[in-house]
């Protein structure tokens, strides 16, 4: 699999209930879950002092990454997100020899 550097803003639209929001949250969680046990999401960061994350996902390709991985998160619809595709670097002390 692939990695991928991904940002993530959520904003919610104007005049969703409050209910909604923490039913979608509720379900995010859930599926962050999901995806992380099926090897897709590895880590997740927030910044410091901001509303944003960022995480590092696994997909066969950007293609999947959107489809059938980032697409399936229920706050997806309310996402911008920035994708950066990751390569190994020669230098990358975690390597373990395999080539990129």
């Not at 993530?8 to 969680?29: K, M, S």
């Not at 995480?55 to 996402?79: H, S």
Request: hydrophobic share 45%; glycine share 10%; aromatic share 6%.
């Amino acid at each position: 699999m692939k990695e991928f550097l991904v940002a993530l803003v959520t904003t919610v639209p104007e005049g969703t209930g409050p209910a909604e929001v923490d039913r979608r949250r509720a379900a995010e969680a859930v599926r962050a879950g999901e995806l992380a046990a099926a090897g897709h999401l590895v880590r997740l960061w927030r910044p410091v002092g901001e509303l944003r994350s960022i995480g590092l996902w696994r997909a066969a390709d950007e293609g999947e990454l959107y489809e059938k991985v980032l697409g399936t998160l229920p706050l997806w619809p309310w996402m911008t997100a920035s994708v950066t595709a990751l390569e190994s670097h020669p230098n990358d002390p975690g390597r373990s020899g395999a080539t990129a």
